[in-house]
């Protein structure tokens, strides 16, 4: 299973960015996929969710109502579309797929697969 990620880059504060990922190797419509990311110094942290269908997400607090995780499974592809982008957004994004559904979908011990990062860097 190998996961690539892209559409990271630098950016000002305000802007836009939309990042993809897509999955080779894998039935990829068969599990969850989330976003995580890791600012230098700090842990990595959940972004957002969504399930096999799509039709269900859920984000960390601080970006709801300025990112949107999609996904096309004809494409094996999920998007995190990010508007509105603040500095405190900068850090490297990664995609990831979920595979152990005894662990809470918002730690990184529920994914087994994860792509390779694409930092996002916002300017002030």
């Known amino acids: 299973v190998q996961l690539q990620a892209s559409g990271g880059g630098l950016v000002q504060a305000g802007g836009s960015l939309r990042l993809s990922c897509t999955a080779s190797g894998r039935t990829f419509s068969s599990g969850a996929m989330a976003w995580f990311r890791q600012a230098p110094g700090k842990d990595r942290e959940f972004v957002a969710v969504t399930g096999r269908n799509g039709g269900s997400t859920y984000y960390v607090d601080s970006v709801k109502g300025r990112f949107s995780i999609s996904r096309d499974n004809a494409k094996n592809t999920v998007y995190l579309q990010m508007n509105s982008l603040k500095p405190e957004d900068t850090a490297v994004y990664y995609c990831?797929?979920?595979?152990?559904?005894?662990?809470?979908?918002?730690?990184?011990?529920?994914?087994?697969?994860w792509g390779q990062g694409t930092l996002v860097t916002v300017s002030s």
């Open positions: 990831a797929a979920r595979t152990i559904y005894s662990v809470s979908y918002y730690l990184p011990q529920s994914y087994t697969y």
